[in-house]
């Protein structure tokens, strides 16, 4: 079946440092892939998405490349602030199926 | 924009107790969602609707089932809950999956069974 593959947290940065959230996912066909995002007491809300091999998702500051060879949707961002302290989700979407298959979460902690 | 309104931010109750949880949706799609939520384990899907009275179960239906009597309204219940139903409830729906639509969530419901 499908499944998502993302580092474990917490992960904790400095105000202004790189960010990389590993995901990787197995899945038939071409999925959609998406990053969700996680602010506390809040739901999930769409950060980005990447819809076919190569495309590039970006919002807020951060990016996801859809890789096929290496079934890989990386979350990267070049200065991370306070406020992006949330937990983030990989997802995908199976083509023509209605459920999304979700990674485990990883809590971000960006300190002053 | 999407909303996606759950009846109660908190519920507490016992064991054994019927719960009911509500999800209301304002975009008339068609399908929705409930997710559980814990820690480690990321999010998990309970059961799904692409249609009203038509439901599906997704990874964890066991002790749940749902309600989809009209298209904006998706609910959860659980018959007789149990302590291992303490947890944190999603609620999501999408217009149309097959274009890559993203999910538009509630912002949850956190049940504690005593």
């Known amino acids: 079946g499908d499944s998502v593959t993302q580092m474990e947290g917490p992960v904790t940065l400095s105000e202004e440092a790189c960010l990389t959230i590993?995901?990787?996912?197995?899945?038939?066909?071409?999925?959609?892939l998406f990053w969700y995002v996680q602010y506390p007491g809040e739901g999930l809300q769409l950060l980005l998405k990447a819809t076919k091999a190569d495309d590039k998702g970006s919002n807020k500051g951060f990016e996801a490349t859809y890789r096929k060879e290496t079934t890989s949707f990386h979350l990267e961002k070049g200065s991370v602030q306070v406020s992006d302290s949330a937990v983030y989700f990989c997802?995908?979407?199976?083509?023509?199926?209605?459920?999304?298959?979700f990674g485990t979460g990883t809590k971000l902690q960006v300190i002053p | 924009d999407v909303k996606v309104t759950q009846s109660s931010r908190y519920l507490v109750k016992r064991t054994g107790e019927k719960v009911f949880l509500e999800c209301v949706q304002d975009m008339d799609h068609e399908n929705m969602f409930w997710y559980r939520q814990d820690p480690g384990l990321g999010l998990r899907l309970i059961y799904f609707?692409?249609?009203?009275?038509?439901?599906e179960k997704g990874d964890i239906p066991e002790g749940y089932s749902v309600s989809r009597e009209k298209k904006e309204r998706f609910s959860l219940i659980l018959e007789s809950a149990s302590t291992n139903q303490t947890s944190m409830y999603l609620c999501?729906?999408?217009?149309?999956?097959?274009?890559?639509?993203?999910?538009?969530f509630g912002n949850g419901t956190r049940l504690t069974v005593t």
């Open positions: 609707s692409y249609d009203v009275k038509m439901k």
């Open positions: 999501a729906s999408i217009n149309d999956p097959g274009t890559g639509d993203a999910l538009h």
């Open positions: 590993n995901c990787t996912y197995t899945a038939t066909g071409y999925p959609s």
């Open positions: 997802a995908l979407l199976a083509g023509g199926y209605q459920k999304v298959t």
